[in-house]
Every structure is written in structure tokens, then in C-alpha cells.
């Protein structure tokens, strides 16, 4: 009797945690008391369904035509279950094409977790715009800025152009933008009123979107803060990100007012935490498409996206659908030292670069805040996406008629990789565009963006057309541990076909992958020309079992190449996790481009190496070359250089990186408080052979322990130990970089 007891309470408390998982495992979407449909009678049938199902119909969902947003009466505002029966009793009804209750989106912002021309302006903080205009003075860093000056002193200042910042609110009366506020651009979807103005809190934790307004359209000359990019354009602000973010309200924050307004800035997504895959909802992408076939008179509305901040997290933003997707521009961001910061994620959809916050001694970017003050401290791609918006605008004014393919195309054939040539993964495309899985097409370069979008220049780009190609005959694919599937695509690219395509603008590879641990999946295309594009890379924290589900990997690395010819995409996991498993369910290959090439690709694209000039002329050590990321017998030939060193040409460029010397001047660094005979001896040897330009190459290395050669392995785990237990930082980003502080400080 005891024993049944006993199994019977065993199998109680089974149950109960059964019950507890289950609980804990949907906790995480909370559903709202908000159901989205598509009603295509129009109005007056919302309400009669409204009337007859007991809602209340709130309205229409932002600019999408016969899209209805109802409330339940007598409903509870939020639950951790979805209610389907009522879902299927409003999407049973025959005038209902689709509904869907809306759940709680967790969306973060993407600023980092710490947060002559001299005298053209009166504003305080002028000075300290070295993105705007060069005022840095140490020998060490390259000149660079955005090129922004000289389209200024051609009278081009954003005048008629509207910038609308999707965030958590806009404090327009600040005194540094209130002149350039326009209500028109503005809205409160968190409380459902015209005004954006943020909520204030102890921790100014509302401080972002006057941030990265006032980075676009702060006022000049009016002795307040500094000066925005587009400084006589006009703002508005959407207050989106204070409250609960559901489908509904990113679609009418998305889709506001596209009559109005020409830009849209976002510096926000799904959580950049290196486990998550999330894109736009139906909604979302439908105010998507509708801005870009109706915003701006039928040119397009222009959607800016800051990439993401989860570099430290080893994220990709592949897996983030909004930078992803072939509507928006995505931005990601170089330091001052002209290098990639921590914070930085690779993906194959970004297209270009602004600068932003770099490592802890870094200057950062100035703009507008909260309480009519100032900063100088903004920082992460959330940082350079405003200012990538502002050059657009400057565009805009001087050319109103450009598409938002048009501006796609100034972005890819104008921005420079010159300026972000030290760091690893360029490569040539079949085109002969630069670009890099960091940086895209490289810096943005406002002068020469500008001036190529001239009316008197510009010829608008062909027709868009898109390509489908795939193969109905192809069979489900298992995939195991340290195995390859290898999928071959021929194609004619719709040769012979309305849509056929001989330039390439967006690749996108739409699949379904099932697979024991997502994050260890890693997925490249290579395309006829030879370009091979990393479409996803491994994920160390997605542990989700739940794979991918006709999900769209995009790439913009083949842009302007001849799509005809046969494609290899390659699906591999080289974790060694022998349990691993699953299949390749379905694929197809999505091209989009144009039936004849551009005019301006008529001509071979020429880069300028004006910042290997002026690393000369200040003094600053010349650059070696550059390193791939995935360096091959194919590309090594066609590695760019910067300048000529004939005394190390034929070294490879991983064996100048110095990371033994490194690790013992890290190690030092990180011994203070060690007896001195433990203390590791730094020649003068060991200090030349780490230029300033090659210290990321060295913590890249350093990042790869399985890469040290034998002799470096006691001193990586002896530094890794004095890492972790030396005096705790606020970030250990800060901890390590002050050690590298102390490493320049003592060799000057």
C-alpha cells in the first residue's frame, strides 16, 4: 500500500513539474486583450463584426488599408495563455480573411550597456563632432571623418526633408531641436495621443530617441550642444518602445504618415543576446511594403536599421528580420580607431557604416538629452543609424526624386572601405565592390553619396524584378555533427522570362531547417562569380531545438553581379556535438535585380586610398595587409593592400600577428600586485612587433584559443586566470582595455 502511495505521489509531483515547465516554457510571450484582422469589406464591416462578437473595434491598424486592431470587452488586458477559440471564432467569420491575438514583443534599444571647420559653428560641443569634422589629435589614429563638411558648404543641409525616429519618445521642446520638430512626424503609440514627449523616470532610461534625434536634426548655430547631421531638416519622433510592443504597433509606427514622411530611423530589434531569431510580424511587414510601394508619392519610404549591439554575445544579426530584410538599410558602426567594435555583430545584410562609440577610452557620439541637457556619451549602432539617416536626408534635398532603391544603390557604390582597411574580411565581389560581413560596402562617404545622387548625374535604376529559383523535385536532407550538406543551384536566373535578372541587388535564401541545436548551424552560399557569403554563422547560446522556419537569409555581398550560373549553398555544423541532428526541409533561392545593368555600374567602381595618405602624412605606421576571415587558395590572390612593404610581402599576414608578445604584455598588465620574478620580461622587440593598427588582430587571435600555437598556451591560460581576478570593473571591456592603456602608455 505504501509503495502504491509512494508511486502515486512520485507520479503527482511528475505531473506538477510537467505542469511548472510547460508554464515556465510559454512565460515568456504574454498575450494581450488585442486581436489584429484583415477585413477586406472595409469599415463598416469591422464594426458590424465588432457589434455581433462583442469587441470593440479601435480603429484602423496604421496605414494598412482594411486592417482592424478590436479588444475583447470583459477581458482580461494580458495572459500567459492565447486564446484560441476565440481567435478561430473571429477568424472562422466568412468577411474575415485573417486575425491573430497579439502577444508582447520584447524589443531593446541598441545602445551599448555603458553608455578650420573648428569655427563654423557656436554650438558648445562642436568641437568634440570629431565624426563631422576631424579634430582628434592623436598621431595614432588614422583621419577620417563622415565627409559631411563639404556637402554642407554647398548650401545642402536636409532643408524639406522629414526624419521620423521610432523610439521611446522625443522631447521636442528641447531647445537644441524644438526649432526643427515637426508634429506631423510625431505619435504616441504607447498612450494613443500626438505627443511623443518621453516619460520621465529617476534613470532616464527614456533618453534614447531625443538621442538619436538630436543626432540627425540638432539646431546650428544657436549655442546649444552640437550640430546634426541634417541640422535644417525636420524631426518628429514616434513614441513606440515605452510600454508593451506588439505586432500592431510596430506596423503603425512603421507605416506613419508615409505621405510625410521620407525617412524612418529605428535603433532597436529583437534582444541582441545571441539566442534569439525574430523578425517582423504579418503586420509589421505589410506596413513594411506598403511604405515602400506608397511612402513618398511611390518612391519609397527610406527605413534606416541600426545592426545590433550582441557582438559580445556572439550574435548575428542574420537572425534579427528587420536588419535583415531587403526594405531597410542596416547600419553598422567603426570606432574612432577605424576599427569594429566590441559591440559589433557580423551579418551578410548590412550594407554600410557610420562611426559610434568604440572601446572605453573611445570618444563617442554627441547629441541632445533629456531635461534640455546635453551628452557626449552616446553610443552603438543605435548611435549610427541616426547619423546614416541624416545623410540620406542631405541626399534627399538634392535629389527629391531618388527611390529607396536608388538610395540603396548611392550607399553600396559610394561608401568606402578604405578608411576600415585593417581590419579582417574584405573581399571583392564579382562586381569589384569591397565588402565585409563587419562594415558592408564600407564608411559612408556623405560628399561623394551626394554628389553621385545629383539629378544632373543620377540616371534612377531599372526596374526592380525577383527570380525564384528552386528544385520541386528536391528531398528532405538529414544533417549530423561535423557533417556537410552540399546543395548545388544551377540557374538561368528567369532567362527568357519577364522577371529575368542580369544585376544583382538582394540574394535571399528562404529555408526550413530542423535541427537539435540551432546555434550550431552554419550556412554559406557561393555564388557563380566565386563570392562566398557567410549567411549564418555559428551561435554559441542558441541552444533552441526549434531550427528555422521559412526563414529568409539575406545577403547583399553579390551585389551587381550576373546571377546565371550555378550557386553552392553549404550547410554544415563543425561542432563536434555528436548528438546533433536534423534535416534541410526546403529551400529556395530568391534573386532581385534588374534585367540590364545599372548606369552607374556601366563603369568599374575605383576606390580612392586617401586614408593610407594621410596615415602618411601624420606620422602613423603604414598598414600590412589585410586579413580574411575565411582565407582560401581562390582569394589569396586578390587580397587588397593597402601600401607595398617589400621587406614582409610574402609573410602571411596571421604570422606578423604578434599574440605572444601580446599575451605577455597582457599578462603583465593584469600582475601589478605579483612578486616581481613572476613578472613577465617585455623587450623592446616585443613592443615593435605590436603596431597600434595591430592590436585587434592580436585579441582576435586571442579570441580563438584553439589557434595559439603550443608555446602561447600556458601564457593564454595564466592571462585568462589574471583576466577574471584582477580588480573588478564596472565591464570587463573596460578592464581589458585598460590594460592596453598601460601596455601604449609604457612604450611611449
Not at 182 to 210: C, I, L, Q, V, W
Not at 244 to 256: K, M, N, R, W, Y
Not at 400 to 417: A, F, G, I, K
Request: aromatic share 8%; net charge negative; glycine share 8%.
Amino acid at each position: 500500500m505504501d509503495g502504491r502511495r509512494w508511486a502515486g505521489r512520485c507520479a503527482a509531483l511528475a505531473l506538477l513539474a510537467a505542469c511548472c515547465l510547460a508554464r515556465g516554457g510559454s512565460a515568456e510571450r504574454q498575450f494581450l486583450n488585442e486581436w489584429a484582422a484583415e477585413i477586406p469589406a472595409g469599415p463598416d464591416a469591422a464594426r458590424a463584426i465588432a457589434e455581433e462578437l462583442d469587441y470593440d473595434l479601435v480603429g484602423q491598424i496604421g496605414s494598412l488599408k482594411n486592417h482592424y486592431l478590436f479588444r475583447r470587452k470583459s477581458y482580461p488586458r494580458r495572459s500567459r495563455r492565447s486564446a484560441i477559440h476565440i481567435t478561430k471564432r473571429l477568424s472562422d467569420d466568412e468577411r474575415v480573411s485573417w486575425a491573430e491575438q497579439q502577444y508582447e514583443k520584447k524589443r531593446t534599444k541598441r545602445a551599448t550597456v555603458r553608455d578650420s571647420a573648428e569655427n563654423l559653428f557656436n554650438d558648445p560641443m562642436w568641437n568634440q563632432q570629431w565624426y563631422l569634422q576631424d579634430t582628434r589629435i592623436t598621431p595614432s589614429l588614422p583621419k577620417l571623418d563622415l565627409h559631411v563638411i563639404p556637402v554642407w558648404q554647398k548650401g545642402i543641409t536636409g532643408k524639406g526633408v522629414v526624419i521620423t525616429v521610432l523610439d521611446d519618445g522625443l522631447e521636442w521642446n528641447h531647445t537644441d531641436i524644438y526649432a526643427n520638430y515637426d508634429p506631423k512626424a510625431s505619435y504616441d503609440f504607447n498612450d494613443n495621443d500626438h505627443d511623443p514627449f518621453p516619460r520621465y523616470d529617476p534613470t532616464n532610461e527614456n533618453k534614447h530617441g531625443t538621442r538619436c534625434a538630436g543626432e540627425i536634426a540638432m539646431q546650428a548655430n544657436n549655442r546649444k550642444c552640437g550640430v546634426g547631421v541634417a541640422y535644417n531638416s525636420k524631426v518628429g519622433g514616434i513614441r513606440m518602445l515605452d510600454g508593451i510592443v506588439t505586432d500592431a504597433i510596430e506596423a503603425s509606427s512603421i507605416g506613419f504618415n508615409p505621405e510625410h514622411v521620407d525617412i524612418y530611423s529605428a535603433s532597436w530589434g529583437p534582444n541582441d543576446d545571441g539566442k534569439t531569431v525574430e523578425g517582423p510580424g504579418r503586420l509589421a511587414q505589410k506596413a513594411f511594403e506598403y511604405g515602400i510601394k506608397q511612402g513618398r508619392n511611390g518612391k519609397g519610404s527610406i527605413f534606416v536599421w541600426a545592426s545590433g549591439n550582441g557582438g559580445r554575445q556572439g550574435d548575428n544579426c542574420d537572425c534579427d528580420g528587420y536588419t535583415d530584410s531587403i526594405y531597410t538599410i542596416s547600419i553598422s558602426s567603426a570606432s574612432q580607431q577605424g576599427l569594429s567594435p566590441w559591440y559589433a555583430e557580423k551579418c551578410s545584410s548590412t550594407l554600410a557604416t557610420a562611426y559610434s562609440s568604440g572601446d572605453y577610452t573611445d570618444q563617442r557620439i554627441t547629441s541632445a538629452d533629456l531635461h534640455n541637457e546635453c551628452t557626449e556619451t552616446h553610443t552603438g549602432t543605435s548611435a549610427s543609424a541616426p547619423l546614416a539617416a541624416g545623410i540620406f536626408a542631405l541626399a534627399l534635398e538634392a535629389n527629391p526624386n531618388l527611390t529607396w532603391r536608388d538610395m540603396q544603390h548611392l550607399v553600396v557604390w559610394t561608401s568606402e572601405y578604405d578608411p576600415l582597411a585593417g581590419n579582417p574580411g574584405w573581399k571583392k565581389n564579382g562586381a569589384g565592390l569591397m565588402v565585409n560581413s563587419r562594415f558592408g560596402f564600407g564608411l559612408l562617404n556623405a560628399n561623394a553619396l551626394v554628389d553621385l545622387a545629383d539629378p544632373k548625374r543620377w540616371k534612377g535604376v531599372p526596374e526592380k524584378r525577383e527570380c525564384i529559383v528552386k528544385d520541386k523535385s528536391f528531398e528532405p536532407r538529414l544533417l549530423r555533427a561535423n557533417e556537410e550538406v552540399v546543395i548545388e543551384i544551377p540557374t538561368k536566373a528567369c532567362e527568357g522570362q519577364e522577371n529575368f535578372i542580369a544585376s544583382l541587388e538582394h540574394v535571399q535564401l528562404e529555408a526550413t531547417i530542423e535541427y537539435s541545436r540551432r546555434g550550431d548551424l552554419h550556412v554559406t552560399l557561393v555564388s557563380p562569380s566565386g563570392t562566398s557569403t557567410v549567411l549564418l554563422a555559428e551561435r554559441e547560446r542558441d541552444k533552441s531545438p526549434n531550427g528555422f522556419k521559412n526563414w529568409d537569409f539575406m545577403s547583399v555581398h553579390t551585389w551587381g553581379e550576373n546571377p546565371t550560373g550555378t550557386w553552392v549553398l553549404r550547410i554544415t555544423d563543425v561542432s563536434r556535438r555528436i548528438q546533433n541532428e536534423g534535416r534541410i526541409v526546403n529551400w529556395k533561392l530568391i534573386l532581385h535585380g534588374t534585367a540590364t545593368q545599372p548606369e552607374h555600374m556601366k563603369q568599374p567602381r575605383v576606390y580612392t586610398s586617401y586614408n593610407a595618405v594621410q596615415n602618411d602624412r601624420r606620422g602613423v605606421e603604414k598598414m600590412t595587409d589585410f586579413v580574411e576571415d575565411h582565407t582560401t587558395q581562390e582569394n589569396l590572390s586578390e587580397k587588397p593592400k593597402v601600401t607595398e612593404d617589400t621587406s614582409s610581402s610574402s609573410d602571411k599576414a596571421e604570422d606578423k600577428i604578434p599574440s605572444e608578445a601580446m599575451l605577455r604584455l597582457l599578462q603583465s598588465a593584469f600582475s601589478r600586485q605579483m612578486a616581481q620574478k613572476r613578472l613577465p620580461k617585455k623587450t623592446a622587440s616585443e613592443k615593435l612587433n605590436i603596431p597600434y593598427e595591430h592590436f585587434y588582430q592580436a585579441l582576435e587571435k586571442l579570441n580563438k584559443p584553439s589557434q595559439l600555437r603550443d608555446s602561447e598556451e600556458s601564457l593564454y591560460s595564466d592571462y585568462v586566470d589574471l583576466f577574471y581576478n584582477a580588480k573588478p570593473y564596472k565591464h570587463r571591456d573596460d578592464r581589458l582595455l585598460q590594460a592596453l592603456v598601460d601596455i601604449i602608455n609604457e612604450g611611449n
